[in-house]
């Protein structure tokens, strides 16, 4: 084991999934004096590595949770000002690139809830507790999923567990939701898994995992738009990225997979029609993907991490500038 990782186990007990993975694919953007952006900072993981691996590197650190923030800041302090925090949503991240001259050698997206704030009880992230169902990232603002649950119609509760969580009884986990909410109101975790569980045939629940997982899940993703600022976000990365420079995405769950896979696709693609025998200069990409599909933890990674296990790693290349597609 790497001294960093021996410190990151000893003082806040988990390793960042794939990030030596990450950092191989980071590498070849990085020179001296080079601006690392990680976009989603959580407790720190990811840069703290970023940092100890790239001695020169500057890193810009966004996370939308000031609470998390506050800890990657006391965490990083030994980096002095080589770390200089950020507290927004990443679909800033053009804006945080702006206040340091446009274009960066790297962008790590780490996408979804944090282990920070699953394992904080008031937080209400995590089904498997009883507390207060909150699941803002940023407690300053917006609505709680209590909030959502208490004013949602059952079509838009139906719409959001069906798209968000692509959960199949989602009509079914709607009305349930409405009934419930006319004799008490829903504020607390155990009472949503509980009613989750009740409305979910028991030959469904029997697989798969927490049958309340997928509805946690699209609460999340609305309470926090978290699927708009990732499609706000990623074209504003590729922008940001210098000549050499990469974007690594590690993805949790399809939705957020299929929006990047998409994007990187998008980006990396022809202008050119497709029986052109010949593509003009002007007509080539911008980018191309660093690999072919998405990479995942391996099995040893996965078996003393298991929340690795979900995750969807793609990584794409700024190869020109100025084409007909950035």
């Known amino acids: 084991m790497t001294l960093w990782k021996a410190v990151l186990m000893k003082?806040?007990?988990?390793?960042?999934?794939?990030?030596?993975?990450?950092?191989?694919?980071?590498?070849?953007?990085?020179?001296?004096?080079?601006?690392?952006?990680d976009c989603t900072v959580g407790m720190g993981g990811h840069s703290e590595?970023?940092?100890r691996r790239f001695p020169s590197v500057h890193l810009?650190?966004?996370?939308?949770?000031?609470?998390?923030?506050?800890?990657?800041?006391?965490?990083?302090?030994?980096?002095?000002d080589r770390f200089e925090p950020f507290h927004t949503t990443y679909d800033q991240v053009g804006e945080v690139a702006d206040s340091v001259g446009g274009k960066v050698a790297g962008i790590l997206m780490d996408l979804g809830v944090s282990s920070y704030q699953l394992d904080q009880d008031e937080r209400g992230f995590a089904y498997s507790r009883d507390t207060y169902l909150d699941m803002r990232m940023d407690t300053s603002k917006g609505i709680s999923a209590a909030d959502l649950l208490r004013t949602a119609s059952q079509g838009e509760l139906a719409r959001i567990l069906h798209v968000y969580g692509e959960e199949k009884f989602a009509g079914k986990i709607a009305r349930a939701l409405v009934r419930k909410r006319e004799t008490e109101p829903l504020t607390r975790s155990g009472q949503l898994a509980q009613l989750v569980r009740e409305c979910i045939p028991a030959p469904a629940r029997r697989k798969g995992g927490n049958p309340a997982k997928r509805t946690f899940q699209a609460l999340r993703v609305a309470v926090n738009n978290e699927l708009t600022i990732l499609e706000d976000a990623l074209p504003a990365a590729l922008e940001s990225l210098r000549v050499g420079a990469r974007l690594v995405v590690e993805s949790y769950q399809s939705l957020e997979d299929r929006i990047v896979?998409?994007?990187?696709?998008?980006a990396s693609t022809s202008g050119a029609p497709p029986d052109l025998p010949v593509v003009p200069e002007e007509l080539l990409p911008n980018f191309k993907l660093v690999f072919t599909g998405a990479q995942k933890a391996d099995a040893t990674e996965q078996s003393s991490n298991p929340r690795s296990a979900p995750?969807?790693?793609?990584?794409?290349?700024?190869?020109?500038?100025?084409?007909q597609r950035s």
């Open 49 to 51: 590595a970023i940092l």
């Open 311 to 323: 995750v969807r790693l793609r990584a794409i290349e700024r190869v020109s500038e100025g084409r």
């Open 11 to 37: 003082n806040y007990g988990h390793v960042p999934v794939m990030v030596e993975r990450c950092l191989e694919l980071l590498a070849p953007g990085v020179a001296d004096g080079s601006i690392i952006i």
């Open 261 to 266: 896979k998409q994007a990187f696709k998008d």
């Open 60 to 80: 810009l650190g966004i996370d939308r949770d000031s609470e998390a923030l506050e800890i990657a800041k006391e965490r990083l302090r030994p980096f002095g």
